[in-house]
Nanobody, 125 residues
Framework: QVQLVESGGGLVQPGGSLRLSCAAS????????IGWFRQAPGKEREGVSC????????NYADSVKGRFTISRDNAKNTVYLQMNSLKPEDTAAYYC??????????????????WGQGTQVTVSS
């Protein structure tokens, strides 16, 4: 069974950091591009970052550039999202997704067919 499981969310103060993990089971992650998306209450799901299957290409939303870093460890079948300098507007449920792409990834939900259940990130003092 193909499964993606996110972890690492929680409550953090503004300016703090969190590292999200996306672990895959039932398939080999290194063939897939991985995207991180987030959805706040009452808002549409938006792309945060994505990384190509090789890790050689990444993409970030303008709102997180310079603060978030996506990386992958194919040996561990896991992708990470390091989030620094967190802001209250980063509060959302964060989802990882896998897509079989033969080009650089873009922050579009249409590129990703397998999704995790999400992990909540709350940035508040």
């Amino acid at each position: 069974q193909v499964q993606l499981v996110e972890s690492g969310g929680g409550l953090v103060q503004p300016g703090g950091s969190l590292r999200l993990s996306c672990a895959a089971s039932g398939f080999t992650l290194h063939y897939y591009a991985i995207g991180w998306f987030r959805q706040a209450p009452g808002k549409e799901r938006e792309g945060v970052s994505c990384i190509s299957s090789s890790g050689g290409s990444t993409n970030y939303a303008d709102s997180v550039k310079g603060r978030f870093t996506i990386s992958r460890d194919n040996a561990k079948n896991t992708v990470y999202l390091q989030m620094n300098s967190l802001k209250p507007e980063d509060t959302a449920a964060y989802y990882c997704a896998a897509g079989l792409l033969f080009r650089s990834c873009v922050l579009s939900t249409a590129d990703f067919g397998s999704w995790g259940q999400g992990t909540q990130v709350t940035v508040s003092s």
